[in-house]
T-cell receptor, first 112, second 112 residues
Framework: TQLLEQSPQFLSIQEGENLTVYCNSS?????LQWYRQEPGEGPVLLVT?????EVKKLKRLTFQFGDARKDSSLHITAAQPGDTGLYLC????????????FGSGTRLLVRP | NAGVTQTPKFQVLKTGQSMTLQCAQD?????MSWYRQDPGMGLRLIHY???????DQGEVPNGYNVSRSTTEDFPLRLLSAAPSQTSVYFC???????????FGPGTRLTVL
């Protein structure tokens, strides 16, 4: 059972465009993380959001945690080719002290 | 600091063979995990450990064994490899806060 649904699964855009990636669940999470993974490498943590409604910014990336702590979004402004990669969200379930649940990922391609 | 290291980078096995995937971390993290990554399925937890001498099963533990004799090392053993175990395997460690994962570079395993 996939508890975290990511959309879209694949996104191909032109450099300079904006985009939003969504991570949705029917479960409540105590925290939610976003990772970026490049080919042949392990995922790298971008951000952790822990409070319902929280917004965090990392340069051109904006992360939001839903008020009910069931969903999150990642917005990229003026995408650049260096943003290309696989974006993964991961939720820390409130009923399980250590088991992270990962979404299936959004593969982003930013064309020059 | 080297962070999380994994060996080997690539491995090809025949059905029925056994092998051990090595994982080590030098960050003194208590928690360590093994994940497998398959296309369209994100990362799935195989086994995890909350400290030396303590291990537990994740979402997909069948066919794999782990042990944790030291804080630094967390090897994953495939007892009798099957084609269904063809995947990319990632080891990760976390200091514990919000389960933020630090991933190794991965091992790409093919079972023929």
């Amino acid at each position: 059972t996939q508890l975290l649904e990511q959309s879209p699964q694949f996104l191909s855009i032109q450099e300079g465009e904006n985009l939003t990636v969504y991570c949705n669940s029917s479960s409540v999470f105590s925290s939610l993380q976003w990772y970026r993974q490049e080919p042949g490498e392990g995922p790298v943590l971008l951000v952790t959001v822990v409070t319902g409604g929280e917004v965090k910014k990392l340069k051109r990336l904006t992360f939001q945690f839903g008020d009910a702590r069931k969903d999150s979004s990642l917005h990229i402004t003026a995408a650049q080719p260096g943003d290309t990669g696989l974006y993964l969200c991961a939720g820390d379930r409130m009923d399980s002290s250590y088991k992270l649940i990962f979404g299936s990922g959004t593969r982003l391609l930013v064309r020059p | 600091n080297a962070g999380v290291t994994q060996t080997p980078k690539f491995q090809v096995l025949k059905t029925g063979q056994s092998m051990t995937l090595q994982c080590a971390q030098d960050m003194n993290h208590e928690y360590m995990s093994w994940y497998r990554q398959d296309p369209g399925m994100g990362l799935r937890l195989i086994h995890y450990s909350v400290g030396a001498g303590i291990t537990d099963q994740g979402e997909v533990p069948n066919g794999y064994n782990v042990s944790r004799s030291t804080t630094e090392d967390f090897p994953l053993r495939l007892l009798s490899a099957a084609p269904s175990q063809t995947s990319v395997y990632f080891c990760a460690s976390t200091p514990g806060a919000y389960n933020e994962q630090f991933f190794g570079p991965g091992t790409r395993l093919t079972v023929l």
